[in-house]
DNA sequence: AAGCCGGGGGG
DNA sequence: CCCCCAGGCTT
């Protein structure tokens, strides 16, 4: 067995102990998961989950927004700051109207044309909804495994060319949406920014961090 | 490769 | 009061 099947061994065991509870991990509407992953940029997961509820109620389906008053979607989005976003939302309605017939594509080359997706969105869509055998790298899964594999890159890691290469590695498995959200609640919860919990780290025999 | 956006919560 | 947070776009 290889290093990248133990590790995703150990965080879906530890994940299915640990698990965070969001709205959005009872979806499986690309059209919802997309709204979230707009909102959860730079923006802690607590702070969106009012908004997110709110903004799907208003908001059901990509030609709700699409056809929607701009003014009316920042209201709901304002408080999260990033008030370009605001735009965004209905850009990215009406982009996927307009190209894709209102219904959201399941190939990586085909979600980043659509603006406000990029590699982070269009993975996270890809692997929690159609769980398919691709990637996502956001900040806190680059940091995992920055100092798992003891990378030492510093700066934009999620960006660096070798750090992306390592995730898909790791991301070789028919259980892909089960691992994202594994990788997200871990690197959140124990593998953390300041003060990793290494103590109580499944991985740690293993991280040269 | 680096700067920028932003309100809100935590240290 | 300061710093950081499930990125993407622009230069």
Redesign the pocket.
């Given at each position: 067995m290889n290093k990248e099947q133990t590790i995703r061994r150990k965080i879906l065991l530890w994940y299915s102990q640990n698990k965070?509870d969001?709205p959005?991990?009872h979806t499986k509407n690309p059209y919802e998961i997309m709204i979230?992953?707009f909102m959860?940029?730079?923006?802690?997961?607590?702070?969106v989950v009012p908004v997110y509820r709110d903004f799907i109620k208003k908001y059901p389906d990509i030609d709700s927004l699409a056809s929607a008053d701009p003014v009316e979607v920042s209201k709901v989005t304002?408080?999260?700051?990033?008030?370009?976003r605001g735009k965004h939302f209905i850009n990215a309605a009406l982009f996927i109207r307009d190209n894709f017939r209102s219904k959201i594509p399941d190939s990586r080359d085909k979600l980043l044309t659509v603006?406000?997706?990029?590699?982070?969105?269009?993975g996270a869509i890809l692997t929690v909804v159609f769980n398919k055998k691709e990637w996502v790298v956001?900040?806190?899964i680059a940091r995992f495994l920055n100092r798992f594999y003891g990378l030492k890159l510093r700066?934009?890691i999620r960006?660096?060319r070798e750090l992306i290469k390592i995730t898909k590695r790791l991301y070789q498995t028919t259980r892909s949406e089960q691992l994202t959200?594994a990788l997200?609640?871990f690197s959140?919860m124990v593998c953390k920014?300041v003060k990793p919990v290494c103590c109580s780290c499944i991985v740690k025999t293993k991280c040269t961090y």
């Open positions: 965070r969001f959005w991990r979230v992953e959860l940029h730079r923006t802690r997961a607590d702070q304002e408080n999260l700051g990033l008030h370009w603006p406000g997706i990029g590699d982070y969105v269009a956001d900040s806190n700066g934009e960006r660096k959200f997200l609640d959140a920014p």
